[in-house]
């Protein structure tokens, strides 16, 4: 079984920072593309941001995140993470984390975590 662990939510006031982490662990062969999803009440699930796997990572941001947030990852560690500044009220939502994880050569699925509540106030 694979698990996604996220941590780092919290309530922070606007202009601040908080970085998000999402740990996978169980039996992993490869994980592919990582991702951070958020999704605020009354709306649908969007996505922030996201960095493929392999050697030389690439990244790709929502409009609305881009110049503030990054997105990196620890494959030793099996981390993906999400650097949040500037934040601002209507960041507000639950983040989730999401991958592609290989538990094998040929078996490979998607995986969401739990999800982390960010409430940024104005």
């Known amino acids: 079984q694979v698990q996604l662990l996220e941590s780092g939510g919290g309530l922070v006031q606007a202009g601040g920072s908080l970085r998000l982490s999402c740990a996978a662990s169980?039996?992993?062969?490869?994980?592919?593309?990582m991702a951070w999803y958020r999704q605020a009440p009354g709306k649908q699930r969007e996505l922030v941001a996201a960095i493929t796997g392999g050697a030389s990572t690439s990244t790709n941001y929502a409009d609305s995140v881009k110049g503030r947030f990054i997105i990196s990852r620890d494959n030793a560690r099996n981390t993906v993470y999400l650097q949040m500044n500037s934040l601002k009220p209507e960041d507000t939502a639950v983040y989730y984390c999401n991958a592609d994880i290989s538990q094998s050569y040929y078996n490979t699925s998607n995986y969401w975590g739990q999800g982390t509540q960010v409430t940024v106030s104005s």
């Open positions: 169980g039996t992993i062969f490869n994980i592919n593309a």
